[in-house]
């Protein structure tokens, strides 16, 4: 940023209006970017989470059983998979916590004891 506003001074100095007209919108480009990752980070830091990590837990929908291994602010999944999965049919859409879930499967063969 420090270089681009040092290239637009020279630029201006010059003259060179047009190159001055680029570098003034790439950097007012990167600004708003800037600004919108740092209204994300604050979103992103005020998540309040209802699991946390190795926690074991089952999913009220689907009825499995796991362990919560990962955790992401809100839905980062394509857009075609959430598309497929429904996710903005949920009652907070994609703007919720989602949770990386390691599935524990359920055997329902019982081991009996003195065979094997």
């Not at 001055?20 to 979103?43: C, F, T």
């Not at 809100?74 to 903005?88: G, K, N, T, Y």
């Not at 907070?92 to 879930?101: A, D, E, H, K, M």
């Amino acid at each position: 940023m420090i270089r681009l506003r040092a290239n637009l001074q020279k630029a201006v100095e010059a003259e060179n209006y047009a190159l001055a007209a680029e570098l003034r919108d790439e950097i007012n480009k990167l600004e708003a970017e800037s600004l919108a990752a740092s209204a994300n980070a604050l979103v992103y830091e005020n998540i309040q989470y209802a699991f946390h990590l190795g926690q074991k837990g089952r999913h009220k929908v689907f009825v499995y059983s796991g362990v919560i291994c990962g955790m992401d602010p809100v839905c980062c999944i394509s857009s075609s998979l959430r598309e497929s999965a429904c996710i903005d049919k949920l009652t907070r859409g994609s703007n919720q916590p989602f949770y990386q879930v390691y599935h524990i499967l359920m055997h329902s063969l019982r081991q009996d004891e003195g065979h094997g």
